[in-house]
């Protein structure tokens, strides 16, 4: 009789978790998508940790062993540092010390009210990351927004980047095709051409869902918006500077991303003679995450070889 009772009693507890599980993913899926992802971050061994840079509260996970060499990861706009949890893994079986900040006002880093949030502020920001982590030389990686910034601190600092590594990035004199708006969607339509945007063939996202990442796109557009109109001056554009890198530099493309189009990833091939590039076949703006499997190896197979010699021609893989 008691172990029926005690069956009976853990079924319904059982039943009763699922119910309120459910209940949560239902009125709040991006916050247990979120917290999936950083789950998935602590399950490579990253360790979540937050300092303190310029006064600002800036959180970044650290993962891979103490004495590896390191390498700082820089995420894109509207990004955060779990966008890297399908590239990590590879860096540390590589023995890599892996650093993936969040971005001032991204994330779970500070949103200070009065930040510029522009490109040069937030490479600021990411060369006195390295000096807080005691990083003296580093290898370097941005995505997106994020390649930008790197662009920016490997030109403003070039003694301190070992070696450069630029995913899908931003950071040329090449106005968007698109309405950049639709990094701020406010409503599912505008959401769902974001998503093509993103993406070479996207998802359905249900209703509900839509509605919440509205509803979270709602509570930090103003920083992206503010990010944008500071990136649309050109005031930080890098076809100038990126002929003066010397450091091996590795591009790294998805075929078909319609956000920062493959020419802008030639034209910095071209600009930077000694890099190479990498084009993943099939993939978009998402690449770094959605073709980790064609990335990780390029980036760890760079990093242990920095291609002494350059080539001309991109390699295309997938095809």
């Known amino acids: 009789m008691a172990r029926k009772k005690l069956f009976w009693t853990l079924s319904v507890a059982f039943l009763a978790g699922l119910t309120c599980a459910g209940s949560a993913f239902y009125s709040c899926p991006t916050w247990v998508f979120g917290h999936i992802q950083e789950l998935r971050m602590r399950a490579t061994g990253a360790e979540s940790r937050v300092v303190m840079i310029d006064g600002h509260r800036i959180h970044y996970y650290v ?9 700082v990861l820089i995420h894109g706009l509207g990004g955060r540092s779990e966008d890297f949890v399908s590239l ?6 590589s023995g890599y010390r892996v650093y993936a900040p969040d971005l001032l006002g991204f994330g779970q880093s500070e949103e200070p009210i009065n930040a510029t949030y522009s ?7 990411v060369a006195n990351f390295f000096d807080a982590m005691g990083l003296r030389r580093t290898d370097l990686a941005g995505w997106s927004m994020g390649g930008w910034i790197a662009q920016k601190v490997a030109v403003d600092h070039p003694e301190r980047v070992s070696r ?10 090449m106005p968007p095709t698109w309405d950049t708006r639709l990094f701020t969607p406010t409503t599912p339509a505008e959401l769902d051409q974001l998503d093509a945007l993103l993406m070479p063939h996207p998802p359905a996202v249900p209703r509900f869902v839509a509605k919440d990442i509205l509803r979270i796109s709602a509570s930090y557009a103003w920083v992206v918006k503010r990010a944008v109109a500071s990136m649309l001056t050109a005031k930080d554009v890098m076809d100038e500077d990126l002929p003066s890198l010397k450091m091996p530099v590795l591009i790294l493309w998805g075929r078909l991303d319609r956000i920062t189009p493959l020419s802008e990833g030639e034209a910095i091939h071209l600009l ?6 990498v084009v993943a076949s099939g993939c978009g703006h998402l690449a770094p995450l959605s073709c980790s499997s064609v990335f990780g190896p ?3 197979r760079f990093l242990e070889t920095s291609y002494s010699r350059p080539a001309s021609q991109p390699m295309i893989v997938g095809e």
Do not use: F, R
């Open 63 to 71: 993962s891979g062993p103490v004495s590896g060499s390191p390498i």
């Open 88 to 93: 990590t893994p590879y860096l540390e079986k």
């Open 119 to 125: 490109i040069s502020d937030q490479a600021s920001l």
């Open 164 to 173: 450069l590594i630029l995913m899908d990035s931003a950071g040329l004199t």
């Open 272 to 277: 930077i003679p000694q890099s190479h590039m």
């Open 298 to 300: 390029a980036i760890t």
